[in-house]
Structure formats: C-alpha cells, structure tokens
C-alpha cells in the first residue's frame, strides 16, 4: 500500500489527437501542426511523422524534407481549449484530488485510496472512461510522487500506463537518459553532456556540492530528481482567469520614450510568468490613466501565444491607437487575459527556431539567477 500515490495523465499528441477526431482522414498518416509559412516551426506532430525524426519546436522546412509526404495544418487553439476543458471535466467528476498542470496533462493525489479501491486498478478505469467520453488516446504513470509518475507516462506512451511499486523508484530511473527528467532542456542536457552525464545513474553518483556549483540553486534540485525525489504536492486546480502589471509614475509624463520602455518590461515580465505557468494568452488590454484621473483601456483579441517579442508589439500598437490626448500620463497597465493551460511550444506556429533557442535561454537564466539579472537593454532606461 502507498503512504503517497500520484498519478500523472498526459493526452497522448493531443493537438493532432483532436485533429483526427475532426477529420478521420488524417488517422494513421504522418501529420504536423505548426506555421505555415517559411519560417514556420512543428508545434505538434503525429507519432506517424516522428518514425521520420520529426519533433516539436523544429523548423517546418527540416520537418517537410524528412517526410514530403506529411500534411501540415495551422491548427485550432480554440478547438484545443474545448477538448481539454472536456477532459478536465471527466477527471473532475470523479478524482479526489487534482492539478491541471497544462492543457493536456493532470496530477492526481490517490493517497490512501489503496485500502478502499486500489490505485491502479482505479487509474486504469479512469483511463478507460476518459477515452470512451472524449475520443482522446492518454497514457498515465504511478508512483509515490508528480516526478517518478510523469516519467513513467513518458515511458508507457503512446497510449498505455506505467505503475512503479514503492520502493523501485531508483531502479526504474537509474537506466533512462537524463533527457527524461522534467525540467532539463538542451542548455542543461549539453552541458552534463560536457560533463559525461547521460544516464540518470550517473547523475545520482556526482556529489550534490558539485552539482550546485555547476548549476547554481538547481543544482540541487538534479540531484534530488536523480533519486527520484519530490515532495511537491499536488495543488488543487483553479483556473487563473487574467495576470496584470500597472505603474504610477513619480510625476505625470510626456516620455514616451520612457513610458513605452516601461511597457516592454512589463509585457517581458508578465511573459515569462506566463511561460513558467504553462499559460497562453488570448487577449491583451492596456490601460492609460491621465493627469487628471480620466482613466481609458483598450483591448485586443490575439492567437494563444506567449511568445514576448509578439506580445511587445501587439501592446505598443494598442498603445498608439488608445493614446490620442496628448496628455500627461499618470499611470500605465497591460493585462492579459483569456489564459489557457499550455506550455508555449503549443504556439509556435510562426516563430524561427533561433527565437525559441533564444528565449528558452534567457528564460533559464532568469530561473537560475533571478528575473532581474537578464533584461532588454531598453528595460535599463526605466530604473530612474
């Protein structure tokens, strides 16, 4: 019996798993999703495609050289958004207990569950009735914490379930790539690579010291991931409907200068918040405040994205179009909302892969160091 369950769920390939409930012709056939256009990237791509090598984030040309033949579609947020509220809702009707960690995967708490129905035996009916109620293929993992369970859905894809008993944690981990643990991205997997780590086992054997001199704070934190600990817990949902910043400044202003470099690093800031939640927003609002306390907002409706380049220069366009007083400022906001669970790769479709390379680096910067030790130079202007 476990003291602590966790059970992970992930939708298995879910963009194009939706996409093939809409249209059976693409059952069966290699399939991207991603931009269209030149510089396009492969948000998605069906197991089909990946016999080629094809994977997410990688520039849509690449991916149509290795397989001629794939067909690519732009793909349908909206209709994302709909399939995972649907599946949210099944799991809610009967878990204890759950997290919805992005748009297409959940944690569970099935702690003590054991004496009454089993977890496993439990998990796998839970399973079964999400696939017959929403169509949806989704694989899941077992084990005693969110870390050796999401691993173990990783494992049992496509479509299939993983239980690892208490106690053979080690011995389930010990053999896999480091690759396999959440969190390391190519900058860390090169660089343990330099250090000859590939192997989990490996990982677990280096002196936590050493690690957290290589790695800084998440150094520690890959030594505990190699011993299969994790105490996170599992954090009942809630939906988090909008995020915003505002700023008063010090005395009303004319600096658009300033005013619009203040803009930038709100929208970096509230950007990276969102990539770090797994969140994508849909609608942009920004607000001006005048001398004299009239206050005005203007919205806009954008493709799901967290993409901060895109997001900077929708709010400068809004900007421009609400500011027509030429008046002193008091106060400016930018606020997100129509958020939705989803790690940003769900919305590549026109970024260059060296834009992704770039924010994923910045972005690991700022986890490792601190959000204020990596900035746009135009952010530096507004610290007066």
Known sequence: MYDRAVLHLDLDSFFVSVECLKNSDFLGKPLLIGGTSARGVVASCSYEARKFGIHSAMPMKMALRLCPDALVIRGDMDSYS????????????????????SIDEFYLDLSG?????????????????????????????LSINKLVSKIGTGESKPNGAHFVPRGTEKEFLFPLSVKKIPGIGKVTYKKLSFMGVRK???LSNIPVQLLEREFGKQGRKLWEKSH????????????????????????????????????IKMVDDLAFDLREDDKLVSTLTVKIR????????????????????????????????????????R?????????????????????????????????????RFGTDKIMRASSLKTKR
């Open 331 to 367: 106060l400016i906001g930018v606020k997100f909302s129509g958020l939705v669970s989803g790690s940003y790769q769900i919305s590549l479709f026109d970024d260059t892969e060296k834009e992704i390379r770039l924010m994923e680096e910045r972005d690991w910067i700022k986890r």
């Open 228 to 263: 299969g600990i994790d105490e996170t817990p599992v954090v009942p949902y809630q939906e988090q409907k909008s995020m915003s910043k505002e700023r008063t400044f010090k005395e009303d202003t004319l600096d658009m200068s300033h005013i619009k470099n203040m803009m």
């Open 82 to 101: 709909k399939y995972s509220a649907l599946v949210t809702d099944i799991i809610a009707e009967d878990a204890p207990t759950y997290e919805k960690s």
């Open 113 to 141: 569950m054991d004496k009454y129905f089993g977890c496993f035996k439990w998990s796998k009916e839970l399973r079964q009735k999400v696939i017959k109620e929403s169509g949806l293929p989704i694989s899941f993992g």
């Open 290 to 329: 005048y001398a004299d306390f009239n206050t005005f907002t203007k919205q806009r409706r954008i493709p799901y994205t967290a993409n901060d380049q895109f997001l900077m220069k929708q709010v400068l366009e809004i900007f421009e179009k609400l500011y027509d007083r030429r008046q002193l400022i």
């Open 200 to 202: 989990i086992e490996t």
